[in-house]
């Protein structure tokens, strides 16, 4: 490495993969991209590419060469490096609260393992409470989010508003930019809440698995009823109250869902949604050993490249919808931003992104990791907020392992991936599925899901459609397709 | 890329289950082996053992004793990927100190990174 090189450019660190049968794709260390031929690759890695051809302009544009000092090159890499890795420099933003494991339904896939809904030993008391917060507001970000999670919140609602309260209280001195996120299932959702909801400024996430049959068919009430009619009234009560923009709705797909992927998006485009997360089932709790609501990765690639195709003409009848996942992955291949999300950022968001806080007060670093403790595995149990300082808890032995074991550069298959930039790791995941926490990629699903997805994605960008690349945009810069296609250069 | 004669002379097939390559060391690192090796595991059992000074033996074994009828051409992508992973070996022999020195210099800024540079090239 030096400024006064030996050969005529210097190549710069990149990852490169054969694809599409005709061509090679380079990327870099800052989530640039660059299709070359085959035959340029090999001129290119034996220095014989010409450094006045428009090919070299173009590939040290993309900062994958340079003919010049190198020096100023690390520089300009070093920012972009670190523009992208953002999402570090806040460490946790994300706290999600169990304020109960009870639930009034019992869905087929529940990853929480959910309890009957008078069991109120399974509620979180205040003296926890305040311990949660106390310790939430010891983590040094400047952002912090609250997100109530269960069971079903509502069930245990006066703890909901006392943390909201007192979490408001403490915020007047420390001057964070606090934010909440009830999850809910919304049955029990009524005008007393929702005014509170409105007026302390909550969003709400809840749950639509799509038309009727399937929504009740996944989603089911441990009393006899249609969850599926108690959630479209609750709807529209909640969207009279806080409007359509302090809700969204997560989807779970299972076996059912795959055929039928575009009733689905047509129920959340009816709905008022303005998109839908794509979300293979997770291998946890009532999920992992039920037959008949699993499938391959094959099976589920196949229905988001129809969904994303359906999404994509649904945009361009002139209704703006989101595929969530697809608008990340896109942000993270086409812009140089930040662009964290804990369950595919490296190294892993588990703790130092989001961390959960149990009923009683264990503190997990992802919920997965606390369905595993709920089947007595503890090996991810980061400590309690009753007995253990905040230092101890996130400072200590778990949170280390895990970060140490999933930053991709040191994975092996992860570590000379192309995708690398775009992709991350889900050790607790690969501990739940493969046994330990590093995993084994040729047989990870979670691996082959995101492969596929990313090159189908690549696949796409290269075609360079002009309708789709449009809808793209539109997804990352959040703008409506007519706004984007009508702002002039 | 391995093609043709070239090819045949480094695999032999065993049996429908089993194939054996061999690998010169003095062209491939055992590094770029275990790499391409470690893409195949889903599918098959390997075995790695030196022959003699000059070559590595790589064994691969079709698990479940299944039917593969791509095992040929499976081979044939492996010694292509064992050549990709040794030009990334080769290609990190001359920008891995560029690679640290980026990491580095985005979370904790080398205030004279030109001088450092040139320590690197003594």
Redesign the interface.
């Known amino acids: ?4 090189r030996s050969t005529p450019y ?7 993969s ?1 694809m599409f049968s005709d061509k090679v794709l380079l990327t870099n ?1 800052a989530g640039e991209f660059f299709f070359i031929n085959p035959e340029n690759f090999q001129e290119l ?1 034996t220095y014989k590419l010409n450094t006045s051809s428009s090919l070299f302009y173009d590939l040290k544009g993309k900062h994958l060469v340079t003919d010049t000092d ?2 100023p090159v ?2 300009l ?3 972009k ?2 523009t992208k ?1 953002g999402f570090l420099r806040n460490f946790t933003v994300l706290h999600m609260v169990v304020i109960t494991v009870r639930c009034n339904h019992k869905c087929r896939y529940c990853h929480a393992s959910s309890e009957e809904s008078h069991a109120t030993q399974w509620d979180m008391n205040q003296v926890v409470a305040e311990k949660v917060v106390d310790t939430i507001f010891q983590s040094p970000s400047t952002r912090i989010k609250i997100e109530f999670q269960g069971g079903e919140p509502l069930l245990n609602w006066e703890r909901v508003k006392y943390i909201v309260k007192y979490a408001k209280k403490i915020n007047k001195h420390l001057k964070k930019d606090l934010s909440f996120v009830l999850c809910t299932n919304l049955t029990l959702m009524n005008e007393e809440k929702l005014n509170f909801i409105k007026k302390q400024n909550i969003l709400i996430s809840t749950s639509l698995d799509g038309p009727k049959d399937l929504h009740d068919n996944n989603r089911r009430l441990r009393q006899d009823g249609s969850s599926y009619d108690i959630f479209l009234k609750k709807l529209e009560l909640t969207k009279s109250i806080i409007g359509n923009k302090g809700i969204s709705a997560l989807l779970t797909i299972t076996k059912d869902s795959l055929s039928r992927i575009d009733d689905i998006i047509d129920e959340y485009v009816d709905k008022g949604f303005n998109g839908i997360f794509l979300r293979a089932l997770n291998p946890f709790g009532y999920a992992k050993n039920n037959q008949s609501l699993g499938y391959n990765v094959g099976e589920y690639f196949r229905t988001y490249k129809k969904a994303l195709d359906y999404i994509i003409k649904t945009n361009l009848e002139g209704t703006y919808f989101e595929e969530f996942y697809t608008t990340l992955l896109l942000s993270r291949i086409m812009t140089p931003f930040s662009t964290g999300f804990v369950d595919l950022q490296s190294p892993a968001g588990t703790g130092i992104s989001c961390a959960v806080y149990d009923f009683n007060g264990d503190v997990y670093p992802s919920d997965e990791a606390r369905m595993l403790g709920k089947m007595g595995i503890k090996k991810f149990l980061m400590g309690n907020v009753l007995r253990d300082e905040y230092i101890k808890i996130f400072n200590g032995d778990v949170l280390r392992e895990l970060i140490n074991n999933s930053c991709v550069e040191t994975l ?2 992860c570590a ?1 991936c192309v995708f690398q930039q775009y992709c991350g790791a889900d050790p607790i995941r690969n501990f739940s599925t493969q046994g330990d926490i590093t995993g ?4 990870n699903e979670f691996c082959k899901k995101n492969m596929a997805i990313i090159k189908y994605l690549f696949e796409l960008i290269i075609e360079n459609n002009d309708d789709v690349m449009d809808v793209f945009w539109s997804w990352i810069t959040k703008r409506p397709l007519e706004e984007l296609r009508n702002v002039e250069l | 890329m391995v093609e043709g004669d070239n090819m045949k002379s480094i695999i032999t097939k065993i049996s429908d289950e089993k194939c054996h390559i061999s690998l010169s060391n003095k062209c491939f690192d055992k590094n770029a082996i275990y ?1 391409a090796v ?6 098959y059992d390997v075995e790695i053992q030196p022959i003699n000074e000059d070559e590595f033996g790589v064994t691969f074994t079709i698990k479940n004793q299944k039917d593969d009828p791509l095992f040929e051409e499976k081979m044939r992508e492996f010694c292509n990927d064992v050549l ?2 040794q ?2 070996i080769d ?1 990190d022999k ?6 640290e ?3 580095k ?3 904790s ?1 080398i205030e004279n ?2 001088d450092v ?2 320590k ?2 003594e």
């Open positions: 490495m030096n400024d006064s210097t190549i710069l660190p990149l990852q490169f054969r260390e890695v190198i020096h690390i520089d890499l070093a920012t490096y670190r890795m092996p298959g000379w084994h990629r040729p047989t | 790499a470690y893409k195949m595991t889903d599918l990709d992973h030009l990334r290609l001359q920008y891995g100190k560029i690679r020195l980026i990491v210099h985005a979370f800024p990174l030109k540079i040139s690197e090239h």
